[in-house]
């Protein structure tokens, strides 16, 4: 008899991920239509059919949004480091400025033009200066960007092994976009629809 009670929860228990996934293919259909057209033609059937599968459990949905909040530390502390290296750099221009100014309001009026050539032999070292403070910001961005693309590869990766549809890692333009109208679909369903399902189970 317990024989008989397990196959028929085991039974009922598919029916259940049947139906949720039906409901998510169904929201996934409904949501797809917001897309561009263009984007609506790259997701067949069975890319959204996989996806729904994927989502059935609801560990895909918790990876997404611990890579949200990643991705926002990430982000965040990048801004943080260049706004440090920005704000250093105008304290070394209104340092300089301050002191040239101090210089020019204590000068005597006879003394002001030797003042002048001396401010402006100042400057030249300055001028080399920033440069090499462009070059440091130039450098920074670069370093951002490289950073935010291994953060985009790891998030690929970390998706792809969670075995969701559409995720590998790419630097196409095309594919990132893709990936991205993904990621919507599957933030939006967490935002109104994801409990549809586990609510109606």
Not at 9 to 26: N, P
Not at 150 to 162: F, H, I, M, N, P
Request: hydrophobic fraction near 35%; charged fraction near 25%.
């Amino acid at each position: 008899m317990d024989r008989y009670a397990a196959a028929g929860d085991e039974a009922a228990e598919r029916a259940r991920q049947q139906e949720r996934h039906y409901q998510l293919l169904s929201a996934l259909q409904s949501l797809v239509k917001e897309l561009p057209s263009s984007f609506q033609q790259r997701l067949s059937y069975t890319t959204l059919s996989d996806l729904a599968l994927a989502l059935l459990d609801g560990t895909v949905f918790e990876i997404v949004q611990g890579l949200l909040e990643i991705q926002h530390l990430t982000e965040k502390s990048l801004y943080n480091q260049r706004l440090r290296l920005q704000n250093e750099h105008r304290v070394l221009r209104q340092t300089l400025r301050q002191k040239h100014l101090e210089a020019q309001q204590s000068c005597r009026p006879h003394n002001v033009p030797v003042l002048q050539a001396a401010q402006q032999r100042e400057l030249e070292p300055w001028q080399a200066m920033e440069h090499r403070i462009r070059e440091e910001q130039q450098a920074m961005d670069r370093k951002i960007v490289l950073e935010l693309d291994r953060k985009v590869a790891d998030q690929q990766s970390t998706l792809e092994k969670a075995g969701v549809a559409g995720f590998y890692v790419t630097t196409n333009p095309q594919e990132l976009t893709l990936q991205m109208n993904l990621l919507e679909l599957i933030r939006k369903l967490q935002q109104r629809g994801c409990q549809v399902g586990k609510a109606a189970l």
